[in-house]
């Protein structure tokens, strides 16, 4: 058995994790061991390695937010999913690993027969992606939506529910080699970010009005999505993949009453019943299992490699997400 553990954090995310070994746990009443069958490493992930994201877990740590498994042994007069059944890992449990302890209350049971790669990103962006286009306008099908960031997995995802949904979508990304890969998602409109963006934008819609924009990118970029907004909308904020604090002109504030909001989904997680979160990541692994949402896998990596796989999902100009999946258990 594998975990991949850190006891400090430091600029170089690769440089302090590394896979350890450990012995079979003995498990006590409540509990499961789960045999991890594949765990995203997301940017939140790397972030937490650097020391950067807004949470971040005591150390020593085991890396890891989200993933799959499988149910090895339940504890004594531990009621909970059945040995062997395929299931959700509870958000933060430390997924990078090839077993893990967990409360077996905590467990979600998932579909038979769906690909457990695609399950395991079941927890953090497809989420993110459907609470940006349910809770921040009155979008109705029909309705365009305007996203930045558009070939993340967050954006993948976003496409594919907009149009499920019956809305349009305009996905902006940073560079010219991923505009086939979010065409090949569904994206209706799909552009290169520069400072004509606005009028591109409305070229390409036909100057329909956008009542959202969904920015993970931060700094200047902010500022020319909400300038292909309509007045009165709003743009929402779920990542800095530039670094800087949005920048939103008086001109779209004031004069065009545009308002910039903020999402976490770990606060969403923190103050919603449980209910609800179980109802949507229900919902969610439905679409997942029957192929009506996924997203790109560049590559897998065993939990030993753990080092090359947080170094390759740091890295830029990927095409798909970077797993661990462990070829023990």
């Not at 907004?229 to 949005?246: D, R």
Request: net charge neutral; glycine share 10%; with cysteine.
């Amino acid at each position: 058995m594998l975990k991949a553990q850190y006891t400090e954090r430091g600029p170089v995310p690769q440089a302090v994790i590394q896979a350890v070994p450990f012995d079979r746990p003995v498990l006590a009443p409540g509990q499961a061991l789960v045999a991890v069958l594949a765990a995203p490493i997301n940017p939140s992930d790397v972030l937490t390695l650097t020391g950067q994201y807004g949470m971040l877990p005591p150390l020593p740590a085991v890396g890891g937010s989200e993933g799959v498994g499988r149910v090895v042994e339940l504890g004594p007069d531990t009621q909970g999913p059945a040995v062997g059944q395929t299931v959700l890992l509870p958000a933060g449990c430390g997924t990078w690993a090839t077993h893990v302890v967990v409360p077996a209350a905590r467990l979600l049971p998932l579909p038979a027969g769906a690909d457990p790669k695609q399950l395991a990103m079941l927890t953090v962006n497809p989420p993110t992606a459907s609470l940006l286009l349910s809770d921040f306008a009155d979008l109705q099908p029909g309705d365009w939506v305007i996203q930045n960031g558009a070939n993340s997995g967050v954006g993948s995802y976003v496409v594919q529910l907009a149009k499920l949904r019956g809305f349009k979508t305009v996905s902006i990304v940073r560079r010219e080699s991923a505009v086939a890969g979010v065409k090949a998602q569904g994206g209706d409109v799909v552009l290169v970010d520069g400072d004509d963006l606005a009028e591109r934008v409305k070229a390409a819609t036909g100057g329909a009005a956008i009542k959202l924009g969904i920015d993970a990118v931060g700094g200047k970029a902010t500022m020319r999505l909400a300038a292909t907004l309509a007045e009165s909308a709003a743009i929402v904020n779920y990542g800095a993949l530039s670094g800087e604090p949005c920048i939103v002109s008086p001109r779209e504030l004031v004069f065009r009453d545009v308002t910039l909001k903020g999402f976490w989904l770990a606060r969403w997680f923190r103050t919603t019943p449980q209910p609800k979160q179980l109802a949507l990541l229900t919902e969610l692994a439905g679409l997942i299992a029957t192929g009506k949402l996924s997203t790109p896998i560049q590559a897998t990596y065993d939990v030993s490699q753990i080092k090359e796989a947080v170094a390759a999902a740091a890295a830029g100009e990927r095409q798909g997400k970077i797993l661990i999946v462990p070829t023990e258990g």
